[in-house]
C-alpha cells in the first residue's frame, strides 16, 4: 500500500470511528505520521537520472556540461516524499555517513537544518566538497538523512580549466619578473590545486558508490584489534562497525571493560580508554585519530546469543534448553529435529488436528501455561486466535543489528513467517500481565513469503537471501527497525498491536504490543518461526515445511 493510500486508509477509519458509540483504538494513535520516506528526486541541471540507494539513503547526481563551467548551486525539479514530510538542507558539517541505519537514524535526531522547507523549484547550492546532506522529516517531527553527492563532468571542462591554468602560468610568470613574491604565485597554485583533486576524488567515488564514506580510508587512523570483557570483537574490513557477538547470556551489557584497544601506527584515542568499563550494549562511538587532525568513528556494540540458537541439541523433539524454546507438540508433532547432510536444524510442518488446521512452530515462548484442555484449544469459535494460548517472550537485554538464519521453506502455496521483536515490559510473563502493564515494541525484524527467496511479498526488513547451500539451506539476513517498523512489514497484517482479546475464555493470554520509541530499554525477545504465516487462525496448507538452522543474533 502506498503511503498516500495508507494516510488516507487511516483518515477514513477515524471519520467512521468518530461517528460511533464507542471505540477500541487509540486515534490520537494515527494523529500524526512518522513516514519519512524520499521516493524520487530529480534537478534542472542533472544529466540523466540520479542514483539512489533507499537502503544507505545515498544518492549520487551527474551534473550535466555547462558553458561557464560551473556548478555551484542546482533547483529541484521534481520531488516525491512521503505525504505531509518536509524536505531540508542539513547545516552540520558531517565528518562520515554510516550505512549502518541504527547509526544512521541516530545521527539524524543530532543534525541541525534549516526551517526553510525545500520545494520544486527551490535552489540548493553545491558545497565546495560536492556532497550536500538533506533530511526528510515527518509530520510528527522525525528526521532521516540523506546524502547527496555531485559529480562533475570532465572533458571540455577540464581542458579549458587546464588551458586557464597555462594562462595563468605565464601571468604568475610576468609577475615574478616585476618583481612581485614567487612566494604569492606559489600560493595560489596550491591553492588552486585542491580542488582540482577534490573534483577528481569526489568523480571517482561517485563510480562506486559502496566506497562511502562510512569505509575506512588506507591512509586513516585505523582500530586494529579490540577486545571487550577480554573477549576479541570483529573488525569488519575496512568498515566503521566493530561488534562483539559471543558474551555471556544476560551479561551486563552496560557495564563492560575495554580490555585491549590496538591502533595503528600514529594514531591515538581520547574517547575510550582501556581499563575503563563502558555501555556496549547500547554502543559506544571511539573517535581515533592521528597527527594530521584526520579522524575515524568507530561504532562499537557487544551482545550475546540464545542458548539453543544453533538448533543442534535436542531432547526428543524438544530443543534444549526448552525453557527458553517451545512448541505446540503437546498436540500433535509439529516440530521436531531435523538432519541432513552436516546440518542439525528443526524440521516445523503444518498438519491437521480435528479437521483444523495446525502451523507448525517454534518460539521463545510457553505453550498453553494456562492447561487449556485439548478439545477446548481445538475449537476455533472457543479460541479464533490460538496466539492467545501461547505467553511469548523471554527475558534479554541486548540491542541486536541484524539476524541472521538458515531456512529452506515448501509451502505449496502457503506463506511462513520468521520474525523476532524486542520489547520493554515492565512486568515478566505475559499469564501474569496486569492492567497496568505495558509491554512496548521497541524492535522488529520480519520475513514472511511463499518462497524461501524473498520473491513472495514485499519483505523491507530484508537484507539478503543467499544461494542455497550443500544442504539446500539459504542463509536469510533481516535488518531489526528500532521504533515503528518499516512500511509494508508484515507486521501491519497481525496481532501484534491488537487492541483486545479474541477469546472471551478466562485463560487467555494477552501479547499485545504498544508502539515505541526504539530507544526504550529492552527486557524481552520474541523469536518465532512458524510454517504456516495464518495458522493462527487454523488456516493453512498442510505438509507446509519450513527448516531452520543456526539463528544468529549480529550487533
Known amino acids: 500500500m502506498g503511503i498516500k493510500k495508507t494516510v488516507l486508509k487511516w483518515a477514513a477509519i477515524a471519520g467512521i470511528l468518530a461517528t460511533?458509540?464507542?471505540?477500541?483504538?487509540?486515534?490520537?494513535?494515527?494523529?500524526?505520521?512518522?513516514?519519512?520516506?524520499?521516493?524520487?528526486?530529480?534537478?534542472?541541471?542533472?544529466?540523466?537520472?540520479?542514483?539512489?540507494?533507499?537502503?544507505e539513503q545515498r544518492i549520487t547526481v551527474k551534473l550535466a556540461s555547462n558553458e561557464s563551467c560551473t556548478w555551484d548551486s542546482v533547483t529541484i525539479d521534481d520531488l516525491s516524499i512521503s505525504s505531509l514530510a518536509t524536505f531540508h538542507t542539513v547545516l552540520d558539517s558531517i565528518g562520515s555517513f554510516p550505512k549502518d541505519s541504527t547509526v544512521l537514524d541516530s545521527l539524524a535526531r543530532k543534525v541541525s537544518y534549516e526551517s526553510k522547507k525545500i520545494k520544486i523549484g527551490s535552489k540548493i547550492e553545491i558545497p565546495e566538497n560536492d556532497t550536500l546532506y538533506i533530511v526528510v522529516v515527518s509530520e510528527s517531527g522525525i528526521p532521516a538523512l540523506w546524502q547527496i553527492a555531485f559529480s562533475k563532468p570532465t572533458?571540455?571542462?577540464?581542458?579549458?580549466?587546464?588551458?586557464?591554468?597555462?594562462?595563468?602560468?605565464?601571468?604568475?610568470?610576468?609577475?615574478?619578473?616585476?618583481?612581485?613574491?614567487?612566494e604569492k604565485s606559489s600560493s595560489s597554485t596550491e591553492s588552486d590545486t585542491p580542488k582540482s583533486s577534490a573534483s577528481s576524488s569526489s568523480s571517482e567515488s561517485n563510480k562506486?558508490?559502496?566506497?562511502?564514506?562510512?569505509?575506512?580510508?588506507?591512509?586513516?587512523p585505523k582500530i586494529l584489534s579490540l577486545k571487550i570483557a577480554s573477549m576479541n570483537a570483529t573488525i569488519d574490513s575496512g568498515k566503521i562497525h566493530i561488534h562483539l557477538d559471543t558474551l555471556p547470556f544476560l551479561a551486563d551489557l552496560s557495564n563492560l571493560e575495554l580490555t585491549e584497544l590496538e591502533l595503528s601506527e600514529g594514531a591515538s584515542?581520547?574517547?575510550?580508554?582501556?581499563?575503563?568499563?563502558?555501555?556496549?550494549g547500547a554502543g559506544q562511538e571511539?573517535?581515533?585519530?592521528?597527527?594530521?587532525?584526520e579522524s575515524t568513528t568507530y561504532i562499537v556494540k557487544a551482545g550475546y546469543q540464545i542458548p539453543g540458537s544453533s538448533f543442534n541439541d535436542w531432547k526428543g523433539n524438544d530443543i534444549i534448553p526448552d525453557s527458553l524454546w517451545g512448541n505446540a507438540n503437546t498436540l500433535l508433532t509439529t516440530t521436531e529435529k531435523y538432519t541432513s547432510g552436516s546440518m542439525t536444524g528443526a524440521k516445523i510442518a503444518t498438519s491437521a488436528l480435528l479437521g483444523k488446521t495446525a502451523s507448525g512452530s517454534l518460539y521463545t515462548a510457553d505453550f498453553n501455561p494456562n492447561n487449556v484442555g485439548t478439545l477446548s484449544m481445538a475449537n476455533?469459535?472457543?479460541?479464533p486466535d490460538g496466539n492467545e494460548l501461547i505467553d511469548f517472550g523471554k527475558h534479554f537485554n541486548a540491542r541486536p543489528e541484524y539476524a541472521e538464519v538458515k531456512f529452506s521453506y515448501d509451502g505449496s502455496g502457503d506463506s511462513c513467517d520468521i520474525y523476532i521483536l524486542l520489547e520493554?515490559?515492565?512486568?515478566?510473563?505475559?499469564?501474569?500481565?496486569?492492567?497496568?502493564?505495558?509491554?512496548?515494541?521497541?524492535?522488529?525484524?520480519?520475513?514472511?513469503?511463499?518462497?524461501?527467496?524473498?520473491?513472495?511479498?514485499?519483505n523491507p526488513d530484508v537484507v539478503s537471501i543467499s544461494?542455497?547451500?550443500?544442504?539446500?539451506?539459504?542463509?536469510?539476513?533481516?535488518?531489526?527497525?528500532?521504533?515503528?517498523?518499516?512500511?509494508?512489514?508484515?507486521?501491519?497484517?497481525?496481532?501484534?498491536?491488537?487492541?483486545s482479546l479474541q477469546s472471551s475464555n478466562k485463560s487467555a493470554i494477552d501479547n499485545s504490543l504498544i508502539q515505541g520509541e526504539g530507544n526504550e530499554s529492552v527486557t524481552h525477545i520474541r523469536v518465532v518461526f512458524a510454517s504456516s504465516a495464518d495458522g493462527n487462525h487454523y488456516k493453512g496448507v498442510k505438509n507446509a515445511t519450513l527448516i531452520i538452522d543456526d539463528l544468529k543474533l549480529i550487533y
Not at 286 to 293: P, T
Request: contains cysteine; charged residues 30%; negative net charge.
Open 269 to 280: 584515542c581520547e574517547s575510550h580508554k582501556t581499563g575503563e568499563a563502558y555501555d556496549f
Open 208 to 220: 562506486t558508490p559502496e566506497s562511502s564514506a562510512s569505509m575506512v580510508s588506507a591512509d586513516a
Open 380 to 383: 476455533s469459535s472457543t479460541w
Open 155 to 182: 572533458g571540455a571542462c577540464d581542458e579549458k580549466s587546464s588551458s586557464s591554468g597555462k594562462e595563468g602560468d605565464k601571468e604568475k610568470s610576468s609577475s615574478s619578473a616585476k618583481g612581485e613574491s614567487s
Open 20 to 55: 460511533t458509540a464507542s471505540c477500541t483504538a487509540d486515534i490520537d494513535t494515527f494523529g500524526t505520521s512518522d513516514y519519512r520516506v524520499l521516493n524520487e528526486i530529480s534537478f534542472e541541471e542533472q544529466d540523466g537520472r540520479p542514483s539512489i540507494s533507499a537502503n
Open 467 to 499: 544461494d542455497k547451500d550443500e544442504n539446500g539451506m539459504r542463509t536469510l539476513r533481516l535488518k531489526f527497525r528500532y521504533g515503528t517498523p518499516l512500511e509494508n512489514s508484515p507486521i501491519e497484517n497481525s496481532s501484534t498491536f491488537a487492541t
Open 424 to 458: 520493554s515490559r515492565d512486568g515478566d510473563k505475559n499469564i501474569n500481565r496486569g492492567a497496568d502493564n505495558e509491554n512496548l515494541l521497541v524492535a522488529s525484524a520480519w520475513y514472511r513469503s511463499t518462497t524461501d527467496d524473498n520473491t513472495g511479498r514485499e
Open 286 to 293: 571511539i573517535v581515533v585519530k592521528n597527527s594530521d587532525g
